[in-house]
């Protein structure tokens, strides 16, 4: 079973974005810090949680709960290049933080990532999956006051 997720940097926009990118992958820590309470997911996580800026972000679902490593690397750098990055989890339960990842990613990023879905076609359709994710992605924006609520989901989708 397939279902995977894309996401990349535009090369022309990829200057000067270590500390956006290290702030992500900050938030990106406490995500899974949430998540792994608030929704019993199991993670292998294969990278100091606590944090530390020059940290990758490595992280799988457990045994039968596991497909594919999402991996970020530590210098946001040496995503420039590849046409995409991937990851797929075959909608096992760590696919939710997956997701919240790339949100947040895309959060601290903007324009300059893109992303792409299985579960997302512009237009066409939203998948539960995604749905879900943005669902939880939004009510831990809430915890650290930010209020993302008013951006819709397809901000986080859109290529440009």
Not at 72 to 84: L, R, T, V
Not at 113 to 123: A, L
Request: aromatic share 16%.
């Amino acid at each position: 079973m397939g279902y995977t997720h894309y996401w990349g940097l535009h090369k022309e926009k990829s200057f000067n974005l270590e500390q956006h990118y290290n702030n992500a992958k900050n938030e990106i820590c406490l995500f899974i810090k949430t998540i792994q309470m608030e929704k019993k997911i199991d993670l292998e996580i294969n990278f100091n949680i606590d944090r530390s800026p020059n940290m990758e972000i490595n992280f799988n679902g457990v045994n039968d709960d596991g497909h594919e490593n999402f991996y970020m690397p530590s210098n946001y750098q040496e995503i420039i290049g590849f046409a995409w990055n991937f990851c797929k989890t075959a909608r096992k339960p760590y696919d939710l933080v997956v997701m919240g990842s790339l949100f947040i990613i895309k959060k601290h990023l903007g324009n300059a990532f893109y992303m792409s879905s299985d579960g997302y076609s512009k237009g066409r359709y939203i998948d539960q999956e995604v749905k879900t994710a943005f669902k939880y992605y939004n009510k831990f924006q809430k915890t650290l006051n930010h209020n993302m609520a008013g951006i819709p989901i397809t901000w986080y989708f859109n290529q440009n």
